[in-house]
């Protein structure tokens, strides 16, 4: 699995980014959102009962993330028309700020090592990646627990201080002195 300090994978994936199908796709890269942070996180299927409370919690924090000069993706191996009609069946997805990317053919999902091997779905990783592509942060979780988003916001603060940053620091508070 790649890790603190190695590159993020180049990428180019077809996305879901409305609801309304005229525009409801889009192609994304790596590069789409060049010059900002990057929080991407994996989902191992749509239309499954854990999934959608992750993508909707990041959901309702992207302005947060947005404040951070950070875009959120979320991606699974499902395809962009099943993103679509998940989007268009679940309301807590109907109006989801950001993109939904379909790796169906997985290689991004296998560049990173980041495939459950039974079946080869994504395991619940999150990924911080800066501005330069170098990945920053790295949480993967057991398929069956959902992630904390706000955590992740913590993260992304923590990273941006360029500072060192104790323990359950928070945005604001005094960060540490090397001695």
Known sequence: MLTIGD????????????????????????????GKWKVVFFWPKDFTFVCPTEIAAFGKMNEEFEDRDAVVYGVSTDSEYVHLAWRRDHEDLNDL????????????????????????????????????????FVSVNDLSVGRNPAEVLRVLDALQTDELCPCNWHKGEETLQAA
């Open 7 to 34: 590159i993020f994978p180049d990428f180019t994936l077809k996305a879901v980014v409305s609801t309304d199908p005229a525009n409801a796709f889009a192609e994304v890269s790596r590069d789409t959102a060049g």
């Open 97 to 136: 700020p950001f993109a939904m990317l379909a790796d169906i053919r997985k290689d991004l999902s296998r560049s990173l090592g980041i495939l459950e091997k039974a079946e080869e779905i994504c395991l619940r990783a999150t990924f911080i990646v800066d501005p330069d592509n170098v990945i920053r």
